[in-house]
C-alpha cells in the first residue's frame, strides 16, 4: 500500500534526492568510493560544499555579507551558540513555542533576557503581535514556524534591532527577504534534508561584539574561516541537502514551492473548516503552511482512537499530534506531494459519511 508521510521531521525527502543519495552512496561523483567513504578533503567533496552554499545563496537570494554554514549539533545547539556569541548584556525573546522557550533558557546563562510576548497562556495556538522589541537589546529572537503547534510567522518582520530566527521548519517553503535578518538557522531535517546537518545563515557584521572567551568550536568564526570544515562535517547529510536544494531549484525556487504550499494547506484546512467532526487548533490568520494541527469536534472526542486506525489503514503516516497538543498533526512540508494531501482529506470525508 502506499504509505503517505506526514511526518514532522525527520521526514518525506524529495525523491530525487534520495536516488542520488542512493547512487553516491555506492560511488561518489565517478570517484569509484561511496560517499560515506570519502574524505571531506577529496576535491569533489569541496566542489560540493561551494554548491550547496551557492545554492543557498541562489534560493534565498542572500545578500553580500551574510556567510551560509553548515554545522552538527541541530537547532537545539544554536541556542546556545546564538548567546554565546551574540549576547553582550540584553537580549530579546519571542515565546511562541516549547522551542523557543528551551532558546530562552540557554540565553538567560549569558546576560538578561527580556521575553516581549508569550503565546503559552493559550498553548501556544496563536502568534501574540501586541510587542516591543527593547532598542537597547542585542538581538531579537524569533521562531517562525512552531512545530508543534501549527502556527507561523507569515511575513519577514522589522526589527529596530539584530533579529534572529529559528527557520527549522519552514525554511525554503516561501521566499525570504534576508537582508531583514542577523542570522537565520535551523536544523536540516524539515524542509532541507535528513537530521545531522544544522544550516546557518549569518552576518558577518555582528560577530566580534561580546567580551567574553569563545570556545573555538562555539566560535562562528571559526566556521567562516574554514568555510564549514574546521572539524568533519556531516558529509552525507549535506550531499542529501546538496541534492534536496537542486530540487527546490529545478521546481522553480521559492515562489514556485510557496504556491504549491499554499495550495496543500489550503485543501487540508478547507476540509478540516468544512467536516464537523474536526476543529483546527491554531488561530485561523496564524496558521502554519507546514504543520496543520486538529482535533476532533467535541461531539466525536470518542472517535479519535478510530479516525488514527482508519487513517493508518489507508497509508497515513506521522500524523498523531504532538503530546502536548494531542489530536493530529499533518506536516506538508516541501517534499509532502499533494496527492498525499489529497488523499488525507478524502480519509477525513470517507470517515465523517461512516459516522453520520
Ligand atoms: C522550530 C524548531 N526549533 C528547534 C528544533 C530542535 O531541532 P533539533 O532537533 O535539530 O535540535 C525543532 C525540532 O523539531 C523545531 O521544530
Not at 48 to 59: D, P, S
Not at 83 to 90: A, E, H, S, V
Not at 240 to 251: A, G, N, P
Not at 319 to 347: D, M
Request: glycine share 8%; with cysteine.
Amino acid at each position: 500500500m502506499k504509505k503517505h508521510n506526514f511526518n514532522a521531521g525527520p521526514c518525506i525527502l524529495p525523491k530525487s534526492a534520495i536516488e542520488s543519495a542512493l547512487a553516491a552512496i555506492n560511488d561518489f561523483d565517478g570517484t569509484g568510493i561511496g560517499i560515506l567513504e570519502i574524505s571531506h578533503r577529496t576535491p569533489g567533496w569541496e566542489r560540493v560544499m561551494a554548491e550547496t552554499e551557492q545554492l543557498w545563496k541562489e534560493l534565498l537570494h542572500i545578500p553580500e555579507g551574510y556567510k551560509v554554514l553548515f554545522l552538527g549539533g541541530g537547532a537545539s545547539t544554536q541556542f546556545c551558540y546564538v548567546p554565546f556569541n551574540l549576547l553582550g548584556k540584553k537580549a530579546a525573546y519571542l515565546q511562541t513555542g516549547v522551542w523557543a522557550k528551551k532558546a530562552i533558557k540557554e540565553a538567560k546563562l549569558f546576560g538578561e533576557v527580556e521575553v516581549v510576548a508569550s503565546s503559552e497562556d493559550l498553548n501556544y495556538t496563536y502568534i501574540p503581535k501586541e510587542y516591543t522589541i527593547p532598542t537597547d537589546a542585542d538581538y531579537f529572537h524569533i521562531t517562525t514556524n512552531n512545530t508543534i503547534y501549527g502556527t507561523e510567522i507569515h511575513t519577514d518582520i522589522n526589527s529596530p534591532v539584530n533579529l534572529i530566527a529559528d527557520m527549522s521548519s519552514d525554511i525554503l517553503s516561501r521566499p525570504v527577504d534576508v537582508s531583514k535578518y542577523a542570522m537565520i538557522y535551523g536544523g536540516a531535517q524539515k524542509n532541507v534534508g535528513p537530521a545531522g546537518v544544522t544550516f546557518v545563515i549569518i552576518r558577518e557584521d555582528i560577530l566580534g561584539k561580546v567580551d567574553r572567551q569563545i570556545p573555538t568550536i562555539i566560535d562562528y568564526r571559526t566556521h567562516i574561516k574554514d568555510s564549514s570544515m574546521f572539524n568533519t562535517p556531516p558529509v552525507f547529510s549535506i550531499y542529501v541537502m546538496y541534492e534536496t536544494l537542486k530540487w527546490v531549484k529545478e521546481l522553480g525556487g521559492l515562489e514556485a514551492m510557496y504556491k504549491i504550499n499554499k495550495e496543500k494547506a489550503a485543501l487540508l484546512y478547507d476540509e478540516i473548516d468544512r467536516n464537523a467532526m474536526f476543529v483546527g487548533t491554531a488561530k485561523t490568520e496564524d496558521r502554519s503552511l507546514m504543520n496543520i494541527c486538529f482535533v476532533m469536534a467535541d461531539a466525536y472526542k470518542d472517535k479519535e482512537a478510530d479516525f488514527m486506525a482508519f487513517a493508518k489503514e489507508r497509508g497515513m503516516v506521522g500524523i498523531k499530534g504532538h503530546r502536548s497538543v494531542g489530536g493530529f498533526r499533518a506536516s506538508t512540508y516541501n517534499a509532502c506531494p499533494i496527492e498525499s494531501v489529497k488523499a488525507l482529506v478524502a480519509c477525513m470525508q470517507e470517515f465523517e459519511k461512516m459516522n453520520k
